[in-house]
């Protein structure tokens, strides 16, 4: 299971972390990634990171200005956003790459247990 927690609503510029907590599997030897879906749009990739941390990998869009992270130990995988935007807002999920410790991948399809998500809503 996956258990997305941490969003909320918060002003432009302003800064949230996302938590999401794994339970269940092998969490240590697997990726993990954080999509988000907007009304009306399809869900988009936001990052990803391998299973051991040491790579990291950021749509474009939000570069610079989040960071994923995971404590392996805690078997929980973050997303520290700051400078956030309006265009920002929507549910945010993570998903699991079980016992993927190769290379990231980025397409939703490629994730096999996803979370319930969070909203995440950025006022002007």
């Known amino acids: 299971q996956l258990q997305a927690s941490g969003g909320g609503l918060v002003q432009a510029g302003g800064s949230l972390r996302l938590s999401c907590a794994v339970s269940?599997?092998?969490?240590?030897?697997?990726?993990m990634g954080w999509f988000r879906q907007a009304p009306g749009k399809e869900r988009e990739f936001v990052s990803a990171?391998?299973?051991?941390?040491?790579?990291?990998t950021y749509a474009d869009s939000v570069k610079g200005r989040f960071t994923i992270s995971r404590d392996n130990a805690k078997n929980t995988v973050y997303l520290q956003m700051n400078s956030l935007k309006p265009e920002d807002t929507a549910v945010y999920y993570c998903?699991?790459?079980?016992?993927?410790?190769?290379?990231?991948?980025?397409?939703?399809?490629?994730?096999?247990?996803w979370g319930q998500g969070t909203q995440v809503t950025v006022s002007s």
């Open positions: 998903a699991a790459d079980w016992g993927n410790t190769g290379a990231i991948r980025t397409t939703a399809r490629g994730y096999d247990y």
């Open positions: 269940g599997r092998t969490f240590s030897s697997s990726s």
């Open positions: 990171i391998s299973w051991n941390g040491g790579r990291t």
